[in-house]
């Protein structure tokens, strides 16, 4: 073997090497590096008790309501098997829309709902001008507006 | 025109995203070109240093 | 086969060559971007979600883009500048670093000027912003690393071994949003199934991405005639470009 072969195969080798180890600390860690719970889990119990976290899901339709003369506002998150109510008095980012896929970082309290300190929304990786997307809803197409993949969390 | 800068109520966010990149790709441009002129006096100037020495000695 | 790689990695050569490219990779890098800056926002029509607000993935997926593609070429050509000896490659990944480096700080600025209209918040610890941020570190890192060195051969290959560990952080970034359940969304342009933005959309985006390429190609030459230049001051070649003694100094 040529030194230049040798360093080639030694090159190769390292960057191998560095990528099956970070690949083995990432999936170690897998838990530890989940961003958020779904309703399912939530309510498996697989969330830590009495701490924060992060419920994701779709906002259901039809599933927003506020008490009247009451500032907080009530909403269903579901990840397409379980549905968790989740309650949040505060600013709501742009695009929270029913249908939408959000993530809230909160508790779940002693009545099983998901008491909210924030709400973000997610939105998907769809761009198209608002007619584009009213001929598609008409069309009965798919809708422009796909569940989050929350799925990618169950893995 | 003014309805253009608005931006639909997102001027806050789509302008300066917008003006950082712009000075972004300056710095890059202005920086990449102090680099190749200071480098190339600085060489220059050992250059004349150098051959100056050799007269001398 | 191999005669025109080792030709244009002459450092003599490179320097003539790159010289006379700046201009013909600058200019029309300038005339992309400001086509696209005006498709993006003012032909563009706007998003039945987002409305005017999208409009910054005009300037957002570009310089992510950049971040991630300049790290790879900085880290191909270590690679190759470990393997090879090559100098020249050594010099290009050493000039890689300060632009990759600015231009991720601009993909993570334009990101969190997006985030919170959009999702409510500038700042998340989720996936793909933090494989991001890594990459900003690895930069600074690589650049760190070379400054505590005297010796230039020892710089050039710590520098590199570091370029190439860090290179799994690329395709980590980019299958973030596949891989873990995030906050950000997935790839509009890179899917393979139906696409994902209207062409009216889609096109400006296009143009910014080619006319950032070829910005950082230009900003790149530059800054390899410098670096290329210090390297060899010994050479014959090098001093008579100093002496202003060479039909090279074209650009």
């Known amino acids: 073997m040529t030194p230049r072969r040798q360093r080639m195969v030694l090159v190769g080798l390292f960057v191998a090497g560095v990528a099956v180890a970070v690949g083995l600390a990432l999936r170690a860690f897998q838990e530890n590096l989940l961003y958020f719970y779904t309703p399912t889990q939530a309510i498996a119990g697989e969330a830590p008790d009495g701490k924060k976290i992060r419920l994701g899901g779709m906002v259901q339709k039809g599933s927003v309501r506020r008490e009247p003369g009451d500032l907080e506002l009530r909403f269903d998150v579901s990840d397409n098997e379980k549905t968790m109510t989740v309650a949040y008095s505060g600013v709501l980012p742009d695009l ?60 | 025109m003014s309805e253009f800068f608005a931006m639909g109520g997102y001027a806050n966010y ?44 | 086969m191999w005669t025109w790689f080792f030709q244009l990695a002459s450092p003599p050569h490179f320097y003539r060559m790159a010289g006379s490219l700046v201009p013909w990779l600058l200019w029309p890098a300038l005339l992309l971007i400001v086509i696209g800056s005006w498709g993006g926002l003012v032909q563009a029509p706007a998003d039945y979600q987002q409305g005017d607000g999208y409009r910054i993935i005009y300037v957002h997926v570009p310089s992510s883009y950049l971040s991630m593609m300049v790290y790879v070429t900085m880290a191909v050509a270590a690679g190759i500048g470990l393997i090879w000896r090559i100098k020249l490659a050594h010099a290009v990944a050493a000039s890689c670093a300060p632009i990759g480096a600015t231009f991720t700080a601009a993909a993570l600025v334009t990101g969190m000027l997006w985030g919170k209209p959009m999702w409510g918040t500038y700042w998340q610890w989720e996936p793909r912003l933090t494989s991001e941020l890594i990459l900003l570190f690895l930069y600074f890192g690589y650049m760190s690393l070379r400054s505590a060195f005297n010796d230039l051969n020892q710089s050039d290959r710590a520098s590199a071994v570091l370029a190439l560990a860090g290179v799994v952080n690329v395709p980590i970034i980019h ?6 359940a995030g906050l950000h969304q997935g790839p509009s342009i890179s899917k393979i199934d139906a696409p994902s933005i209207a062409f009216d959309m889609l096109w400006p985006l296009l143009v910014m991405i080619l006319g950032f390429t070829l910005f950082f190609l230009g900003v790149l030459a530059m800054r390899v005639r410098g670096e290329v230049l210090e390297r060899e001051f010994h050479s014959r070649w090098a001093q008579d470009v100093l002496r202003g003694a060479s039909p090279m100094e074209a650009g």
């Open chain 1, 96 to 155: 929270f829309k029913e249908g939408q896929g959000v993530i809230a970082m909160g508790q779940v309290d002693a009545n099983g709902i998901f008491r909210a300190e924030e709400v973000l929304a997610k939105h998907d990786e769809n761009y198209m001008p608002p007619e584009v997307a009213a001929t598609m809803a008409t069309d009965g197409q798919a809708t422009p507006v796909p569940p989050p993949s929350t799925d990618a969390a169950l893995n």
């Open chain 2, 14 to 57: 789509v302008w300066p995203a917008f003006g950082i990149t712009a000075i972004v790709l300056m710095v890059n441009l202005l920086a990449a070109r102090r680099q190749l002129r200071q480098t190339r006096e600085r060489l220059q100037l050992r250059l004349v240093r150098q051959s100056g020495k050799r007269v001398n000695t």
């Open chain 3, 175 to 180: 299958f973030s949003v596949l891989w873990w």
